[in-house]
């Protein structure tokens, strides 16, 4: 972080100032540090610890506002390593996740975006999630082909987290931003990955092409390869909950599309 104000720009502005206050850690953090530092590195995938360091964030962020119902989604599990993150800040058996994947239906995973295992996802889900995947609903299926019914005939609270790495592109991410917004929480993330993988640019032609449409979801940060997005009148609130949360810093915005985007320093 600089000393000296650097004027703002069209394209975004530095910010100056640390945060006044941090959000104390819980026991949630605890538990998303212990998983960073030990299952998540023993499971098959393609994630930067930082990602891990985004969640706690978020999940400080979710904390501060006292969000605490509804659980997690994925669209694109693979073996799982971000899913578990995910239900990691669910705190409550009780509350239900879903897990989407083709897993064996891999003729229809046209873009070879990695091949989902179910049986290792399960083993994975045994062995290090926080709840041993009693909460978790997992569904085989086309991410395209879901309508919000589908998810929320199965997981009746609206997940408050949901991450989107299914099929990479443009089309499968405009349907997978669409589908998840129908059935998010009313103050939940959507976390969308490799925002900026030059191998699956189909993503961010995907993200523009959505936010072209001026819908409620607007980005709100980006970091680890990860655009978090959430409902536009959470957007302020989000902003300065996720730069309090000590964790990861946010030395700058930047704007897509329009919108204000934090930006993790990495
Ligand atoms: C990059 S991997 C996901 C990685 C995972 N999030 C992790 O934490 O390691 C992409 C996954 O999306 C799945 N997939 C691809 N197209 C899909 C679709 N149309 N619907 C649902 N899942 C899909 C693949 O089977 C694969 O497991």
């Known amino acids: 972080m600089t000393e000296t104000p650097i004027p703002s720009r069209a394209t975004g502005s530095w910010h100056t100032a640390a945060p006044s206050s941090t959000i104390p850690p819980g026991e949630t953090d605890e538990w998303l540090l212990a998983y960073r530092d030990g299952g998540y590195g023993e499971i098959q995938g393609w994630l930067s610890p930082g990602a891990m360091d985004l969640v706690r964030a978020l999940a400080a962020a ?8 509804g659980g997690a989604m994925e ?7 971000f899913f578990i993150a995910l239900n990691g800040v669910v705190r409550d058996a009780t509350t239900p996740s879903i897990a989407i994947d083709l897993f064996a239906d891999q003729a229809l995973n046209i873009d070879g975006s990695g091949q989902g295992d179910e049986s290792t996802f399960r083993a994975n889900l045994a062995r290090y999630d926080r709840h041993g ?8 299926a ?4 879901l309508t919000p019914s589908d998810i929320l005939r199965q997981v009746p609270i609206r997940p408050r987290l949901i991450s989107i790495d299914g099929g990479h592109t443009a089309e499968h991410v405009v349907s997978d931003l669409t589908l998840s917004a ?23 032609e995907g993200v523009v092409t959505y936010l072209m449409r001026r819908p409620t979801l607007w980005p709100v940060a980006v970091g ?5 997005m959430c409902p536009m009148s959470v957007h ?9 949360s000590g964790i990861v810093s946010f030395p700058k915005t930047t704007r897509l599309c329009g919108y204000d985007v934090l930006v993790a320093a990495h």
């Open 236 to 244: 302020e609130a989000y902003r300065s909950l996720i730069m309090r």
């Open 133 to 140: 995947g009693r909460n978790v609903t997992i569904l085989q």
């Open 224 to 228: 680890y390869n990860k655009l978090v």
């Open 142 to 145: 086309d991410s395209t082909a």
């Open 182 to 204: 129908a059935v998010v929480a009313p103050a939940g993330l959507i976390l969308v990955d490799d925002i900026l993988s030059a191998g699956w640019l189909g993503v961010f």
């Open 62 to 69: 979710q904390g501060a506002m006292q969000m605490t119902d």
């Open 75 to 81: 669209i694109g599990i693979f073996h799982g390593r």
